[in-house]
């Protein structure tokens, strides 16, 4: 069967994963962590794409980010996994691929699940047992996001903005989302709609969606994945 094509649609965030082949190592070194964040901070801004969240783990990694055009995800993805590779393979006297075929992506609907998607990407390194605080890990937006270091990458959505009216407010009330996790649930819909492509979100939101793109965007009939406790009705 064809892979269906990456379904990316501007003014609208996108959840990236980006593995290694046969779940191999893509970083050797703190040096080459520092790259792969130089080069996305690069094209971001080249390609016009805003970052919002992301995380550098040891095999793979996350975005969570929305372009302003049609081709922004993909140019950015592309101008950042040839660069990186060009640059690991030379470094560490390697030939071959390093990445798992194409990156995965797909939309969210960002008032349901824009900041529980920040937090499962911010818990990653806790899920893998690399820290129990995901503050103490070096490599991803949560400090910027709980005031720990300021982080020039990112770009906060205007739903964390939402969240308080001072700096300290928005920054304690974060941490509080993080701190109240995600059930199984939660962690499988944001990990499957990536994988898979389909877009997350409830019926009205798919629907609109669809009427902005040839590309299907949802295997069957739209549902409304579990939240965060917090950001229930």
Not at 38 to 52: P, T
Not at 86 to 100: D, P, S
Request: glycine residues 6%.
């Amino acid at each position: 069967m064809a892979r269906l094509p990456r379904l990316t649609v501007p003014g609208y965030p996108h959840h990236i994963i980006q593995r290694g082949n046969n779940r191999q190592a893509i970083f050797a070194s703190n040096a080459d962590y520092e790259v792969v964040l130089g080069l996305l901070d690069e094209h971001a801004r080249k390609h016009q794409v805003a970052l919002h969240a992301y995380v550098l783990m040891s095999n793979h990694f996350h975005l969570l980010a929305t372009p302003q055009s049609d081709d922004g995800v993909p140019k950015l993805m592309q101008a950042v996994g040839r660069s990186y590779v060009r640059y690991f393979n030379q470094r560490h006297a390697r030939t071959g691929t390093l990445w798992e075929g194409r990156y995965r992506s797909t939309l969210i609907q960002a008032e349901r699940y824009l900041l529980a998607c920040m937090v499962y990407i911010d818990l990653n390194p806790v899920r893998a047992g690399m820290v129990a605080d995901p503050a103490d890990y070096p490599w991803s937006s949560h400090a910027h996001y709980v005031g720990k270091r300021p982080d020039k990458l990112v770009t906060p959505h205007p739903l964390y903005w939402e969240l308080g009216n001072t700096p300290f407010a928005r920054e304690v009330a974060y941490q509080q989302l993080v701190r109240s996790g995600l059930s199984s649930a939660q962690q499988k819909a944001l990990t499957d709609s990536a994988i898979r492509g389909w877009a997350l979100g409830e019926q009205d939101y798919v629907q609109d969606l669809q009427r902005r793109t040839e590309r299907r965007v949802s295997k069957g009939r739209a549902g409304r994945p579990p939240l965060l406790g917090p950001l229930a009705d």
